[in-house]
């Protein structure tokens, strides 16, 4: 079972306001890159199911995060169907995202009290998720949906609405600057996060201070 109460997870990832999204087929790997991120001050990590046997890996790495990273909410992205979203949560994950908006994992979720996070691209998808109970709603892909500006226009008519923005965002001051003013809740950054040379290098290091940076210029 996930280990914060809901709310809290909710609390983690606005405090935090920067979620890195993952997916390595490497149990080991995945466990550094993780542990980098907290090193850095992340406190809130989604982990994709993108490959086959990816629960095998979420659930060793699951074990580590509880043990190493007791701060650390993590999360299951890239959740399309209901029976996938409970095998996850079993496994204790902390809260679920999906790149669209799929209504039967909703119910299941909330029975569980996990926050599910699904993707959407319209603010018909984005009052629908609430309306079905999704505290806090992706926009995605966000870049291509119009960008900061769009989430700016959502939050006027809706301004108790919580987004968190993935697609385009990039670890740059000005990228992340331009998020924030928007009013995201938060972001979520991919690969972008952890390029190819540097955990090829395994210079944590590098992952750690790049997160660092990153949580400065959002927060600022």
């Known amino acids: 079972m996930a280990k914060f109460k809901k709310i809290d997870t909710i609390n983690i990832i606005r405090s935090t306001g920067i979620v890195p999204v993952f997916y390595n087929g490497d149990v080991e790997l995945t466990k550094k890159v993780v542990k980098a991120c907290y090193d850095g001050g992340i406190r809130a990590f989604e982990f994709t199911n993108r490959g086959d046997g990816a629960h095998k890996v979420f659930e060793e790495v699951m074990a580590f995060v509880r043990a190493e990273c007791p701060e650390m909410a993590l999360g299951a992205g890239t959740m399309l169907d209901a029976p996938t979203a409970a095998l996850y949560m079993q496994m204790g994950a902390d809260f679920l995202v999906s790149p669209c908006l799929v209504e039967e994992i909703v119910p299941l979720a909330n029975r569980r009290g996990v926050p599910y996070s699904p993707g959407c691209g319209s603010v018909s998808e984005m009052v629908r998720g609430m309306e079905l109970g999704c505290d806090l709603v992706k926009v995605f ?12 226009n959502v939050l006027g008519p809706l301004p108790w609405a919580m987004v968190m923005a993935t697609g385009a965002v990039e670890p740059t001051e000005e990228n992340l600057t331009a998020w924030a003013k928007s009013g995201v809740t938060a972001v979520g950054m991919g690969s972008k996060l952890f390029p190819k040379e540097v955990l090829k290098a395994g210079d944590w290091k590098a992952v750690s201070d790049l997160c660092a940076q990153c949580l400065t210029w959002f927060k600022k």
């Open 141 to 152: 892909p966000a870049g291509n949906v119009g960008g900061p500006s769009f989430v700016k």
